[in-house]
């Protein structure tokens, strides 16, 4: 080989630790895709346990219960995913927990409302969904339509006379 070629190979030490500098980075880099991409299951864990422990997330309060009761397997699969769910449903019951306070001059007022719909789905699987008051009482009974969902709260509910939305 000629002494020019030979020259062109040789690696001096400031190229070899540019290299090693670029290759670490190369791998950080596919390392940080791989974790925090959106489908990844690190991620699906993380998006899990940030919105179970109130990280985040402008949704809706939730209300504790008076009673504990093991929660349907139905109901534990709708809990899976934060993001809307759409399908088609049909309304089959209502069900609504309110605590009436009158006062000695007569006064009523509504506390610590909690309602509460129930869906089966085209699949026959049932799904318990909170709302407002206002949607409450406007969805009719057995009306079939497009239900979008976030976890266990309506966002809205689309059948061919009217859309109903969670307010």
């Known amino acids: 080989m000629t002494p020019q070629i030979v020259t062109i190979l040789a690696v001096t030490p400031q190229m070899r630790n540019l290299l090693i500098t670029l290759g670490a980075i190369a791998v950080i880099l596919v390392l940080v895709i791989l974790l925090f991409g959106g489908r990844s299951p690190f991620m699906r864990f993380m998006n899990l346990f940030l919105e ?21 397997e139905d109901e534990s699969a709708q809990k899976k995913t934060s993001e809307p769910i759409v399908e088609m449903a049909t309304l089959i019951r209502k069900s609504d927990d309110r605590l009436r306070v009158i006062e000695s001059t007569g006064q009523q007022k509504l506390m610590d409302e909690y309602y509460e719909l129930m869906f089966v789905t085209r699949k026959g699987q049932k799904l318990k969904i909170e709302c407002s008051r206002e949607a409450y009482e406007k969805i009719p009974f057995n009306q079939q339509g497009s239900l979008t969902y976030k976890r266990n709260t309506l966002v809205k509910f689309k059948y061919y006379e009217d859309t109903v939305y969670n307010n």
């Open 52 to 72: 179970e422990n109130g990280g985040g997330g402008g949704g809706a309060p939730t209300r504790e219960r008076r009673y504990s009761r093991k929660p349907a």
